[in-house]
């Protein structure tokens, strides 16, 4: 059985930084894609980042050049850098571990909070 972790999220004014981290228990298989997803309140749930086994990452237009996505893959871990944080960045971040193919699954996190405020 496996489990995702999450930690560091919290309240920050506008302009700070956050960092997310997601660690995973239990067999994780390679290929694994892992990334972050969002949801605030009465919207869907939202891609922020992903990033592959091999590190090709990819964004949601509104975060591009203000998070970073990072992955160990011996530590079964991911990472989200959160920099110049916006009001609408408030939301629940949800960390996700993927496979498409063979033994496939779909592994969320149970989400962490995070609210930007003045």
């Known amino acids: 059985q496996v489990q995702l972790v999450e930690s560091g999220g919290g309240l920050v004014q506008p302009g700070g930084s956050l960092r997310l981290s997601c660690a995973a228990s239990?067999?994780?298989?390679?290929?694994?894609?892992m990334g972050w997803y969002r949801q605030a309140p009465g919207n869907e749930r939202d891609l922020v980042a992903t990033i592959t086994p091999g590190g090709y990452t990819n964004y949601a237009a509104s975060v591009k050049g203000r998070f970073n996505i990072a992955r160990d893959n011996a530590k079964k871990m991911v990472t989200l850098q959160m920099n110049s944080l916006q009001l609408e960045d408030t939301a629940v971040y949800y960390c996700?571990?993927?496979?498409?193919?063979?033994?496939?699954?779909?592994?969320w996190g149970q989400g962490t909070q995070v609210t930007v405020s003045s």
């Open positions: 239990g067999s994780i298989l390679s290929p694994t894609t």
């Open positions: 996700n571990f993927q496979r498409r193919i063979g033994t496939q699954y779909d592994y």
